[in-house]
């Protein structure tokens, strides 16, 4: 049996969606997903910060969404501070920046699957996430109207990048199949990625910028429980504006699995335990523009989850450029 749901967090940069699993898997990306900006490329430099996400799930739904009445009573929590590097070089490719990323989450996660089992917690380092990017912008920055404020990237920007999850977080087989927690997933995740940023004119403040980054996860099996998850699709995106200092819109992230979970070669009834998730809500970033700095948090809810958890979590972040 495998219970899987998308929570979330965010960074300023990157950020991805982590999942509470009974036998589950983490979708490629730093810890929360990746929303406003994601494809814009940085300034060479090294850059570090760190995300703090707390999330809970208290459901699970079936192949056809409905509410399994085993898991009435599901109920988990987790918490994950996660600090991160980002290094950008100081050279072109293709007209383009290259990026490695790192991001190490730990924390607790606490909770049981039914009623009759008492709560427990875990803690511990999470699986670490690294990743390698491209990106390029084929726009023209112009002066934001509010002193003090950054340019506003008007135009395009794409990105192409390869991220790996692996798994050297705390993980007990017992736990994670009984209880349901588990701070790491056991599971080598290889994930490549394209995105891409695009910033309006001025229409209602600044600029209405439009982000999306689509991860394509591939999985090795468990070697613990021999459990083999279905690769998946997850596009994480936002919708915000641009106003001074501040960003802010609507993000989102859907997740769907194009193949099936297996256990010793056999495919699991009745549907592959093919997962399906939309969670969206509100995303509002600062910048201090006088520090190098930024900060933001992000907020998301399932709309619907199919075989998978309902969840709900808030992420705070900071990135700064430190050289």
Not at 112 to 117: D, E, M, R
Not at 194 to 214: C, K, Q
Not at 314 to 321: E, G
Request: charged residues 15%; glycine residues 12%; hydrophobic residues 45%.
């Amino acid at each position: 049996m495998r219970i899987r749901g998308a929570v979330l967090a965010a960074a300023v940069c990157c950020a991805s969606a982590p999942s509470f699993a009974l036998e589950g898997s983490a979708a490629a990306g730093p810890i929360g997903g990746t929303d406003i900006r994601s494809s814009l490329p940085l300034p060479p430099g090294l850059y570090a910060g760190s995300i703090f996400v707390y999330a809970e799930a208290n459901q699970f739904n079936d192949g056809a969404g409905h509410l399994v009445p085993a898991f009435a009573d599901l109920a988990l929590t987790k918490t994950r501070v996660a600090p991160f590097l980002l290094y950008v070089p100081d050279l072109k490719l293709l007209g383009g920046t290259i990026m490695a990323a790192g991001v190490v989450p730990a924390g607790p996660e606490c909770g049981h699957l039914f009623g009759s089992t008492p709560k427990r917690c875990v803690t511990g380092l999470g699986d670490p996430y690294v990743e390698l990017s491209w990106s390029r912008y084929f726009g023209t920055p112009r002066p934001s109207r509010y002193p003090g404020a950054f340019p506003i990237p008007e135009g395009l920007a794409v990105s192409f990048a390869f991220g790996v999850v692996i798994p050297a977080g705390r993980y007990n087989v017992t736990d994670a199949t009984l209880q349901g927690i588990s701070v790491g997933n056991n599971l080598w995740d290889f994930a490549p990625i394209v995105g891409f940023t695009y910033t309006s004119p001025p229409i209602l403040g600044e600029g209405t910028e439009i982000t999306g980054r689509l991860f394509w996860n591939n999985y090795l099996t468990n070697p613990a429980t021999q459990y083999a998850t279905g690769s998946l699709l997850n596009l994480d995106f936002a919708v915000s504006e641009h106003i001074g200092r501040w960003q802010g819109g609507l993000a989102g992230l859907y997740i769907t699995q194009i193949a099936d979970d297996t256990q010793f070669g056999v495919r699991l009834p009745p549907d592959g335990r093919r997962v399906d998730v939309l969670e969206l809500g509100p995303v509002l970033a600062y910048d201090f523009p006088e520090y190098g700095a930024a900060a933001k948090v992000k907020v998301l809810k399932s709309l619907y989850s199919i075989n998978a958890v309902n969840a709900w979590g808030v992420a705070v972040s900071w990135i700064k450029k430190f050289h």
